[in-house]
């Protein structure tokens, strides 16, 4: 190649030109380019609803399904044990690695992402929902039963809602760990933020701005449903609230 080639790198392509011995060298990018983030806002913003949309159905079915574990380790304590040992195993796979065990079963698909973002809420929420339960103390649960509370009355409306903040705990720490591993659905060939991050990367040369606002914008989605969480177990708990300032 002789001369200069250059290909307009506003378009999204890498600006080449040649140099003497036949070398190639790549265009450097700005860091951050504001133009590109106003042209893009309505791919921004599907991206920003698709991350939230697939944190929500995880942690939501994750939240259901553990609610049911608990209720079962909770009645037979001798399953506690196994739950929370198949629990902590999928916790520990690797992201990936789940994916493609999911591909014989449900190919490259929503479905796939879900299943496995919601494998890593059930030993954080498990676990929250039994020690939340086994904190309520001795004497409330006997003054219910003394008043003729039945034992699911007695679940549903005096040891859940006491369980409350350390359940919501759990649904916090859930919630920001999905946020963060929604990124990598991005390899599914999904949206999500991590899709800017991935073809940031992928392009030549590397563009710094997709890159940037997949990364903030998905720590900022987690701090903000960390902080509405909060804002929920205040709103749901107010008697944790007056128990505070006694």
Do not use: C
Not at 64 to 85: E, G, N, Q, T
Not at 118 to 133: A, F, K, P, Q, W
Not at 179 to 189: F, H, K, M, R
């Amino acid at each position: 190649m002789s001369g200069a080639a250059v290909v307009v790198a506003g378009l999204g392509q890498p600006a080449w030109s040649s140099v003497p011995g036949g070398v190639v060298a790549q265009a450097q990018r700005p860091l951050f380019e504001w133009d590109w983030v106003v042209r893009n806002g309505g791919r921004i913003w599907d991206a920003t609803l698709e991350h939230l949309y697939l944190t929500g159905m995880a942690v939501g079915i994750g939240l259901a399904a553990s609610l049911l574990l608990a209720v079962v380790a909770l009645r037979y304590r001798r399953l506690y044990a196994p739950i929370i040992a198949v629990g902590g195993l999928l916790y520990t796979l690797p992201s990936l690695a789940l994916f493609a065990l999911l591909l014989p079963l449900v190919g490259i698909s929503v479905t796939n992402a879900v299943i496995a973002l919601t494998t890593y809420t059930i030993l954080i929420l498990v676990r929250n929902i039994v020690t939340g339960i086994d904190g309520v103390p001795a004497e409330v649960v006997e003054a219910a039963q003394g008043m003729g509370y039945q034992r699911r009355r007695l679940f549903l409306e005096i040891e859940l809602p006491l369980a409350l903040p350390v359940i919501i705990a759990g649904l916090r720490i859930a919630s920001v760990t999905v946020i963060g591993l929604v990124t990598v659905t991005a390899l599914l060939g999904l949206g999500g933020l991590g899709s800017f991050i991935l073809t940031g990367f992928r392009v030549l040369p590397p563009f710094p701005t997709q890159i940037v606002v997949g990364t903030v914008l998905s720590v900022a989605l987690a701090v903000l449903v960390d902080l509405l969480l909060l804002a929920l177990e205040k709103a749901l708990t107010p008697w944790s609230r007056r128990k505070a300032t006694v």
